[in-house]
């Protein structure tokens, strides 16, 4: 059933493109919510890039991920699995040996598939990527654009993940000065206190920054020839650990 779903998924996409095998970018956010980007309602954090890409594109209304914590979210988009199949429920656990990911469906099809920066997911033989390593956005560009430089040497169609550190905590990217914390918009669902808007601050600012890298993949995609048969994927986690924090799920 999984493989059957991937097919699908992917076969709906290929009519976005005229390519008989595009490449796959998918770009990863850590920790943002949905509601912290201009495109999905948020007037505070400036996000143009991703709010363009949104635009142009397709964007994901209801999307959903079965456990709010980041190893087994991670497992569970590279499997198609949700962790009740993975048994990767808690972070720093492992799916069961026997589960498959994206590798082994498109290294059939010719593809090369890499995952740069963050991995949080095991073991190798259920995750059989090329890893890049990389930590700063600069390092995983750099990576990112090696991978794809290589790939094209060898004519062979490519899929590679960014998977970006930024906007987790302890937020030690981006502008600051771009926020005051006494004009934000506190959604309905936190507390609103000072100590509150003083944490989303440097929050923001790292997802004003990730949405800058972002701009800088797509502008890439674009200078290099790579848009027109490429689909460019920009995802999150679970969310932020804000007031209700992410953690073990009861339900």
């Known amino acids: ?94 799916s069961v040996p026997a589960t498959q990911s994206l590798p082994q469906y498109l290294k059939p099809l010719g593809y090369r598939v890499a995952l740069t920066g963050k991995t949080h997911i095991g073991p190798k033989t259920s995750y059989p990527f090329e890893y890049l390593g990389g930590n700063p956005n600069e390092q995983l560009f750099k990576k990112a654009k090696e991978f794809i430089g290589s790939c094209r040497k060898e004519d062979q169609p490519f899929c590679v993940f960014i998977a970006s550190h930024d906007a987790h905590s302890p937020y030690t990217t981006g502008d600051r ?23 989303l601050v440097p929050y923001y600012a790292e997802v004003n920054h990730f949405d800058a890298f972002a701009g800088q993949i797509r502008a890439f995609l674009d200078d290099s020839g790579l848009s027109k048969d490429t689909i460019f994927f920009v995802c999150t986690e679970q969310g932020s650990a804000f007031p209700f924090a992410k953690w073990t799920c009861f339900d």
């Open 1 to 94: 059933m999984k493989q059957v779903q991937y097919i699908i998924f992917f076969a709906c996409l290929l009519h976005l493109l005229n390519a008989d095998r595009p490449n796959f970018v998918f770009l990863l956010g850590d920790d943002i919510n949905r509601d912290s980007l201009g495109c999905y309602g948020n007037v505070d954090c400036p996000t143009p890039n991703i709010d363009k890409l949104a635009a142009d594109g397709v964007k994901f209304n209801k999307a959903y991920t079965s456990v709010a914590m980041c190893s087994p979210f991670r497992q569970e988009l590279y499997s198609g699995r949700t962790a009740w199949r993975t048994k990767a429920f808690l972070n720093h656990t492992f």
């Open 177 to 199: 000065s771009l926020f005051d914390p006494t004009k934000l918009t506190i959604p309905p669902y936190w507390i609103d206190t000072p100590e509150l808007r003083e944490a």
